[in-house]
């Protein structure tokens, strides 16, 4: 057994009774101790309140901030790390879906597992403990694709959760195609369909054919919508009328949903209405939309300054009970030339960009629990008896300290093992 002494964990992520007494929102925390035994979390209690156990090791946090491990809930790991070899040179999403398709002729077996193996390797170093990756699905190469990320799975359980969910048009649901590459995917144990949706006449029938081919299979779906800034894309209101039209029964996740918060304010509280009774929860990707969305350039392609963040209406779909979780989405590569798969980084922002700290308390879930709920994870992103023992041990002893060096160096605690990991070396990527 190990005791984990003086721990300042986010109140929000304790069971309730530990949570009851009034919390400071500039510092939303309580002072725990934490009973870890084997994989899973035996007990937790205020500080001083576990006792003594023998025999049992001992680790003294020393109040400093203690969070579960993070939950990125939205990746691309077959896109990750090609930004040194197809750069976006335009910065707009077109010019992202060029690059990387022109550079799909590179993803072998061996380059899909070197990138994706980096980024896991990344992400493990800085504390995330489940993703969910997208994984571009064709019937010509999705086999290729999901098959190294089931390798990966294998390779990587018992560490990282690796969840996969396909990507294709949605307009492929329309054909043939789209049950083959439901299949292929499920085969390679996919954890749900997904797909990017486009307004189009065909948008009902897409959104219709998806769900049944995924409540056929006794899945969810989860989808990329609305990545735009036109008030007229409201793929996200067609997926909640689908949902309760279809009467879908299993989890519906929606990714980006960013052209809500430029429409008219009671259109998009309509929608948030629909998105509440279809039981649809959002994933938020500040940092990828905040470098795509509303770039502005003349013809000249001079830059001009982004007048919109891009991020959705996170404060009102959870003023409305939405659950609502932020991930990193892509990570050097075409459609966001940054990151490095630091959920502490991801929340970081979210928090500067959204104006979370309006809800600190309630913000930590994002990268935690409420995404870990999203993609059916409910054992981790939590700090409470019988949560997965994943544990990420900052230096930061306030919030304050946490989001001004989201960066810094930490401990992680995994089972009953306390360790310090690094993060792998950029050169090992260069292209030989």
Known sequence: MLIVRCARVPAALLPARLASAPIDP?????????????SRIKAVAPAGGLGHHSPAREFDAGGSLVFPGFI??????????????????????????????DDKSHWSEADLQRRAGFALRSAWAHGTRVIRTHVDTSTQWGERSHSVMAGLRREWAGRITLQTV????GNDYL???GEKMADLALRHGASALGGYFTMSDDLPAQLDRMLAIAQERGVGVDLHVDESGNPRAECLRFVAEAVLRSSFSLPVVCGHCCSLSVQDHARAQSTIALIRAARIGIISLPD??????DR???????PRTPLWRGITLVHDLMDAGIAVAC????????????????????????????????????SVRVVTSTAAELIGEPDHGRIAPGAWARLVVFEAHRFSELLSRPRSPRLCIDAEEIHHPHTPDFAELNDR
């Open 72 to 101: 990125d809930a939205h990746v691309h790991l077959d896109k990750t790390h090609t930004w040194h070899r197809a750069p976006n040179r335009s910065r707009t999403f077109i010019g992202a879906l060029q690059a990387l398709s």
């Open 296 to 302: 502005r350039c003349a013809a000249a392609q001079f």
């Open 166 to 169: 396909p990507l294709c048009g």
């Open 175 to 177: 054909t043939a195609d």
């Open 327 to 362: 991930a990193s989405d892509n990570v050097r590569d075409a459609f966001h030339a940054f990151g490095d798969y630091n959920l502490a980084e991801v929340f970081a922002h979210s928090v500067r960009l959204a104006h979370l700290d309006a809800r600190l308390e309630e």
């Open 26 to 38: 500039i510092e939303p925390t309580v002072l725990c101790d934490l009973a870890v035994e084997g």
């Open 288 to 293: 990828c939309n905040l470098y795509l969305q």
